[in-house]
Every structure is written in C-alpha cells, then in structure tokens.
C-alpha cells in the first residue's frame, strides 16, 4: 500500500511511504535571505515529516540538497552538519538550480520506515 501525505500544491506529496521506505522535501517556511537559516529550517520540517510517517533521521538513506549558489555550500554544509545524526549519515548530493520565489534551499530525503 502507499501512503500519501498532501503537499503545498495539488499534484504533489510531501511525504510518500511505500515498501519500508520514506520519500519526504521540505523547503524553509522563513524565507531569509541565509541559506544557512533556510537549511536549517528546512531540516526542520524534514524532521516533523519523517515523525510523521513513523520514522526519523537516523534511518535516512539518501538526501539530495538543491541550492541556489554553489558559492553558498559552506553555510549550507554547516546547517547540515549541525543536524544530521553522525552515526547515520546519508548518502548526499548537493545540485545549484534556479529555485522558486525567495527560496534558496529545497531538500528531499528518503529513509527506513
């Protein structure tokens, strides 16, 4: 069975559950002008998603962090670090792309139900 959680928009899930797995995005809800707050923020909503489906970061797989400026990985990174668990650390990719509106930062995980 899958399970979906409704998104911000028609046509999209925010949180999908299916055979064991997770697949959850989250960009900030504060749309400041730091990518370093816009990360944080988003982990934020990344970690209530994951609670929400029955699972939490320490059961992540994977996680790729799109970001507006490459020029702004480090402040990125530093969020990052700040959050994930050191004894279960994803597999991570980070992308620059043009985002939507103010955001500067969009992140999708899966993890372990």
Do not use: F
């Not at 979906?4 to 797995?21: D, E, F, M, Q, T």
């Not at 509106?101 to 899966?110: A, F, H, N, P």
Request: charged share 25%; net charge neutral; aromatic share 4%.
């Amino acid at each position: 069975m899958i399970q979906r959680w409704a998104g911000s928009a028609p046509g999209r899930s925010r949180i999908v559950k299916h055979a064991g797995v997770v697949y959850t995005v989250a960009t900030a809800r504060d749309k400041s002008p730091s990518v370093r707050q816009q990360t944080a923020d988003a982990l934020e909503m990344i970690e209530r998603n994951l609670a929400e489906a029955g699972t939490d970061k320490s059961q992540l797989l994977s996680a790729t962090v799109y970001i507006t400026d490459m020029a702004h990985k480090p402040d990125m990174d530093l969020a990052w670090r700040a959050w994930v668990d050191p004894n279960g650390a994803p597999q991570r990719a980070c992308v620059a792309v043009a985002l939507e509106g103010r955001d500067l930062v969009e992140i999708v995980v899966t993890a372990a139900a």
